[in-house]
């Protein structure tokens, strides 16, 4: 089966985890992307959003969340009363998974399969333990079934906090949408206010 754990250092902080994460081989996705994007922000942050994988602008920049979905998570995020600046941010898959019609055509964004989020599970693994946040921020339903597993359906959840056992250690959740998902949708508006409301009982769980 696919899976990053061969890659995983088993000391070190997060640096040494973002080096040995640059190598992953661990699953097919590294092939054709640019780069691993791994997770950024304070290492001791106390809330830790989880995206489904790095998208276009990621991917060549090498950092998670710098494209029109991060740009709208930021905003998002301040409105609710969360300093960016205070979060980490990652996503359950390190690699960008694309379609492609000819070479210099538009990549368009693919979700990523089951194997592929479970083969990419323990870099999340590691990043919980070493960060140890407070409160886990789920954005969308490919990061629900990472982390919660297949049953997960972010309709039925969102803007509430859960606890869940998350690779052997107890976690709270809020799940909300993907920033992505309010760029598409055909009220942007009203869902860009339900990402600030679930965003909402995230700050309050925290404080
Ligand atoms: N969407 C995600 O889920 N993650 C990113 O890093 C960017 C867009
Ligand atoms: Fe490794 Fe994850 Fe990239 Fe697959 S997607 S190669 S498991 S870092």
Redesign the pocket.
Known sequence: A?S?EP?VPSRGGLPALRQA?AD????P??RDATQ?VFGAGDPHARVMLVGEQPGDQEDRQGKPFVGPAGKLLDRALAEAGVDPAEAYVTNA???FKFTQAEPRKRRIHKAPSLR?MT??GP?LAKELELVEPELIVVLGATAGKALLGSSFRVTQVRGTVLEAEIHGRPERLVPTVHPSAVLRAEDREAAYRGLVADLEVAARALS
Not at 24 to 27: E, I, K, L
Request: a positive charge.
């Open positions: 696919y990053a890659f994460a992953c081989r661990g699953c996705l590294h691993t898959v390190k690699h592929e083969a990419c870099w």
